[in-house]
Each structure stands twice: as structure tokens, then as C-alpha cells.
């Protein structure tokens, strides 16, 4: 009897016949045993299919993990898994970025094996990867303590060392839900019920003795799980509601190596020196005060002169690049928002309605239908297009308390909204635009880095979305076209498109090589449809505009505190709230001083003068902890001199200026909003 072959196909482009059933790790043992040795799953990809990079999230969704998958998709698969049609394989090694995703979901179950060892009693929930590590959601009467906690992250090297193999089984429907019904696993049926059909069978994970619900894939067994790491401990309400038996939720995080676990440890560390919420109180810069309401932000007049720093840039560059400006009410009649339809899709992140004289309000959640209106206001030409609408606009979201985290979720915010109506002949050039716009914006704040992904639509889920096909190939088209032809390198994610137009995401990584989600730019076919915009065409004919929301800080806020992040509160000389400090000796110098003072000042530079009757050094340190990029000091011989004793940030000491040439050099950093002292 003759053995079926089948195809496989390799990224450099060769081909194996190889009998059906035969494994990844077979292949990758015919190619190189230590290209066996380093890989940790592989990527199946149907012969004229894409690969796609996965979407990641700090709280993957219970669906992402047990839910049905794409046939037609790339998926990863263990390396014991037989294949049985041809296919495009790729061997996943530490190199892929999706690798150490799966490295952490092994993790997990790691540590649910270890903590039912110690302590049976316990009932899972779930046990995904995140983009820092991974949790496991326990549900047990008794809570865990530290204590607990240390004997866990014991037990966990013990089932490493066991090097136990990740054991895929499957078992029919009814007599899973049976076992778990049995066990009073209420989480473990929910998940089973909800996530396969009657019927059929239920993938499960064994490594030992343990065996969870779970789709996979795992390393090949626990030993690879090397270096491994329990850090919290949290509450979590099964299934998100208070009302639900509150969960107990592990985190830890794993990596390859001890090497890659110890220098994530000192990335930590070093955000902790960074928080912005410390430097946000350290350095006087803004606070929430609880009398007013969380997630409300009080800027200090030191944070409020980085603002205003900020804002005028950007205000000045919209200005330059042909936006018009524009302001919009803080609070509008809940009838607009009922036609823009956020009064439902979004109603649960607004905040109520208020009942007034003459109808509801609502605050805004966003600025976009305000900015309609003013297109809407006056008839429109294909002449009069694009119309370019920017706003540093205060908007109001409902976020769930607990969800609040400093400048970063807040509930009151300032978006640098834009929005572009145009021709859809314009549409590329207005891209260019926006993404001219947006590197601008990351070098002149000191981002050196970036990464860009595009939203497209599911063509196989065409009904959630809004738009016709023509609409949304339009739309997609123009962006991918741009990107390209921009040479930029970019990931594409397909059905992440919000459901009224695809959107390319800009997101700068910080020093500590943090990814931050801050500008975008978002085609929607939803609002011209709804407020049926118009403007005529060079053909006499009315026609719909395209409209484009672009934002570039994202929310200032979110952006300051990134910023403060980003410099550990020491700003670049542009954008300093105070860009000199000065100390005069003694009182007697008090005249130079306020003649040291006028001068900088009369130049545009931001001081401050400590005349207290404390010691030089006294002086030097406070405005040294304010993070002051320069601090003069000048006594008699500098004021006979007519110079200052320059000492600046980061480099101590750096001996007697002219104080003339001291302006001058610090008006050519501010000019060319230098990051370098």
C-alpha cells in the first residue's frame, strides 16, 4: 500500500515530499538538529495565504484563546502536530516575536500545575499571554498570601525540572462538560460551552498530571520553560462583574533566558524611577484631586507651561500646514449624539445625560460631530475642499474606576483633534500629509522610533462594517499606497478596522523601549452618511466627501505623561517649565541678579531666581532636583566680570560664560528645539 505524500514548502523557497503525518520537528530535525533544538512551535500557512503578525493585548479576550479559528489564516501549531495537507511552514524559533507569546502561555500553565499541586482545592479560570508576561485566574475561598506566593514560584521550578512534555489531547463535548460539572469547574464549563460546538470534541493541554481546556499551541514541554517569574497577586470578578464570586489573579512573566528575565526586572526598575505620577508630584507639575473626582486632571502652573509649550507648536505647524482652527462646545443636546450614533454604540463610555430647559445633553466623548456641524454650516464646492478642522478639544469618557492610571486613562482629556473633509482625488496627497505631520511631531519631541500598523476590514465579515466594498478597497488602497510609497515598513492587521473605516496607527517607543499607541490617522464612512454631508462636484452633481480623523499627540495628557516618562522629567531645553535656575551668592549680588533676570527674560528664556537666605549649595541641589537644565551662579566676580557660572544638567560644572553668550546658546536650542544640552 502506498504512503500518501504531501508538499511542504519552506520560506527559502524549497519543497519536501514528505509522508503524510509527518511532524514539524521531524522537518526541522532532517534540516538541522540545532535548528530542532531552537525552535519552539511552527506557523502553517495554506498555500495562498498571508502571513499576518498577531494582534496582542495587556487582557487577551476569552475568545482569542478558546474561540474558532480561521482556516484560511496563518495559525501556530506544536512542533508534535502531524501534517496532513500541503502547506507553507515556517519553523518558529526565539527570533519571532510570537515565540515568546507562547513561551508565556506554557508559563501559565505551569503555574496552574504548580498551585494544584499545592493546593487542590483550587478552580481555574483562565491562563493567557500577555504583552508583559501572562496571568492565571484561580477561583479558592481561602486567599493567597505572600507566603503562598513564595512556596508557588517554588513548585514552578520543580514542574521545570520535571520537563514534563505538552501533550495535546481531545475528548468528546458532553463528557468534558460532564467531568467539569462534576468537579464544580464553573469556569472551565462556561469556557467549554461558550466556546465549541455540540457535538464535537474539546482540545486539551496535558503536562503531567494536569490537563486544562486550552487550543494551544505549547512549547514542547515544561523544561522549556526557563526562566520563569511570579510577580502580583490581584482581584477580578469572573467575568468582569462585581456581582460574579471575585477571582484571585496570578501574574507572572517568563523569557528565554535568566539574562533576558534579570534585564526585564531592570527595565522595571527604571520605569519605576520614571512613573510620571511620582515626577508628576516630584517635580510640581499636576495632581488629581479626589475632592473634584478621579481621573480629572489639575495642571500645576509648571506642567501647564510645558502645555502651553506644546500646544502652541502644534497649533503654530496645523497653522502652517493649512488647518483651520476651530472650537467646539464642551457639552452638546443629546440629539446630535443620537445621530453621530454614540448615543448608543458608545453611550456606556459617556457620561449621563443631563436634563436641561429644552431638551438632554450630554458632555462630549469626542469632537468629531461638532466639527461637521461647522462643514455643514455653509454649502460647499469642490473648491472650498479639503477643509481642514483642528481643535485641542476637552472631551469627557466615562472609564470604569479601577481603569484610571494617572495621565495615561483619565476622564477628562484634550484630544489635538483634526478632521480632513476632502475630494476622494485628495485623499492620498492628505495621508502623505498627516503622516508628514505625525514624524514631525515624533522627532521634534525627542522619538527616535516608531513602529506603524494598518486596520483593514475582514472581507469575510463584510456586515460589521459600514461602507461599500468599493468604499473601503478605496480607502484601503490609498493608505497601503502611501505607506509604500513612504518606504515604510509597516504590519497589517485584517478586521481591525474600527467598523466605519480602516486607520494606520503611528506608535512611538519610548527610551525604555515601551510601545505607545498615540497618533492616528482613520477614515470613516459612518458620519458623512449620517449627517449627509455634501459638497458639489466640478461635474455640477452633489457628492459625499471623505473624511479622514487624524490625531497626532492622541490626547495631551496621555502624551505629557509619556513625555515625562520618556526624559525621567528632565525635559529638553524647549520645553523645560523653567530652562535656568539662578543663585546669586549672597544678598548683595541681588542687583546683578534682577540684572541677570531681565536679560534672559527680555530673550524669551523661562527662569527663576532663588534669592532665599540659604547656602549656595542649598540652592544648587533644590533647582539640581527640579531637574533645571541649567542653574547660573554668579557672585562678585562673575558680576564684575559681567558673566555667570554655567552649570548644566547631566554634566555638573562647566566653568564662567559671557552672560551674552549664554543667551545666545540657549536661543539656539530653544529655536531648533534641541534634545541636547
Known sequence: MSVQTIAVHLPDGAIREVPSGTTPLEIANSISPRLAAASVVARLIPLGGTAVKSTSGE?????????????????????????????????????????????????????????????????????????????????????????????????????????????????????????????????????????????????????????????????????????????????????????????????????????????????????????????????????????????????????????????????????????????????????????????????????PPMKLDDAEYRLKPMNCPGHILIYKNSPKSYRDLPQRYAEFGNVYRYERSGTMHGLLRVRGFTQDDAHIFCTPEQIEGEVHACLDFAEAVLKTFGFKEYRVELSTRDPQKSGDFFGTADDWAHAEGALNKVLKERGLTFNTFPGEAAFYGPKIDVKLVDVLGRLWQLSTVQFDFNLPARFELEYVGEDGARHQPVMVHRALFGSVERFFGVLIEHYAGAFPLWLAPVQAGLVPISERHKAYSEKVEKALKDAGLRVEVDDRNEKMNAKIRDFANQKTPYILVFGDKEEAAGTVSVRTRGKGDQGSMPLADFIAKAQALVAGQSTEL
Not at 483550587?122 to 505572600?146: Q, V
Request: aromatic share 12%.
Open 59 to 351: 487582557e487577551p479576550s476569552e475568545a482569542a484563546m478558546y474561540g474558532a479559528e480561521d482556516a484560511a489564516a496563518p495559525r501556530l501549531v506544536d512542533l508534535s502536530t502531524p501534517l496532513t495537507a500541503d502547506t507553507r511552514l515556517e519553523l518558529v524559533t526565539e527570533k519571532d516575536p510570537e515565540a515568546l507569546k507562547v513561551v508565556r502561555h506554557s508559563a501559565a500553565h505551569v503555574l496552574a500545575t504548580a498551585v494544584l499541586e499545592l493546593f487542590p482545592e483550587t478552580k481555574l479560570g483562565h491562563g493567557p499571554a500577555t504583552d508583559s508576561g501572562f496571568f492565571y485566574d484561580f477561583y479558592r475561598e481561602k486567599p493567597f498570601t505572600p507566603e503562598d506566593l513564595a512556596l508557588i514560584e517554588k513548585k514552578i521550578a520543580e514542574v521545570v525540572a520535571r520537563d514534563e512534555p505538552f501533550i495535546h489531547e481531545f475528548a468528546p463535548r458532553n463528557k468534558s462538560l460532564e467531568g467539569f460539572e462534576r468537579d464544580g469547574d464553573f469556569m472551565k464549563t462556561h469556557f467549554v460551552t461558550k466556546f465549541t460546538e455540540p457535538g464535537s470534541d474539546v482540545s486539551f493541554y496535558r503536562n503531567g498530571k494536569f490537563v486544562d481546556f486550552c487550543r494551544g499551541p505549547h512549547v514542547p514541554s515544561t523544561g522549556r520553560v526557563k526562566a520563569v517569574k511570579v510577580t502580583t497577586l490581584a482581584g477580578a470578578y469572573w467575568l468582569g462583574d462585581e456581582k460574579n464570586p471575585q477571582l484571585q489573579r496570578i501574574y507572572g512573566t517568563a523569557f528565554f533566558s535568566q539574562k533576558d528575565l534579570d534585564a526585564h526586572f531592570a527595565r522595571l526598575e527604571e520605569a519605576a524611577k520614571r512613573d510620571h505620577r511620582l515626577l508628576g508630584k516630584q517635580l510640581d507639575l499636576f495632581s488629581i484631586q479626589e475632592l473634584a473626582g478621579s481621573g480629572l486632571i489639575f495642571w500645576h502652573p509648571k506642567g501647564a507651561m510645558v502645555r502651553k509649550t506644546m500646544e502652541d507648536w502644534m497649533r503654530e505647524e496645523c497653522v502652517r500646514r493649512g488647518y483651520l482652527l476651530v472650537y467646539t462646545p464642551h457639552v452638546m443636546r443629546r440629539e446630535l449624539w443620537k445621530v453621530s450614533g454614540h448615543d448608543g454604540v458608545y453611550s456606556k463610555d459617556m457620561f
